[in-house]
């Protein structure tokens, strides 16, 4: 990723909206990071990543029951390791 500076940003904005469309720009402000520019087709993947969380009350009665009688594969119990105590 390139840092710059919000001056060097603004003297050259051409150069880094190109070098965006390659890796992330992160602008700089007082030493301080301020913004990241990244490409159209990044942000749009990005995006898509994006999950929607539901209340519990918006589920239905059958994946409820789903979730509540779900159990992690044996193979899968060394990731408790992982959780905090």
């Not at 909206?17 to 990044?42: F, K, M």
């Not at 929607?52 to 119990?77: G, R």
């Amino acid at each position: 990723m390139e840092i710059v500076s919000a001056a060097d940003f603004q003297r050259k904005i051409g150069a880094y909206q190109d070098r965006a469309l390659v890796e992330p720009v992160l602008v700089t402000r007082n030493g301080r990071e301020r913004v990241v520019l990244i490409s159209a087709d990044e942000f749009h993947r990005l995006k898509s990543l994006e999950r929607q969380s539901l209340h519990p009350s918006e589920l239905s009665a059958k994946t409820l029951a789903a979730i509540s009688s779900a159990s992690v594969p044996a193979e899968y119990a060394h990731l408790d390791d992982e959780l905090p105590r």
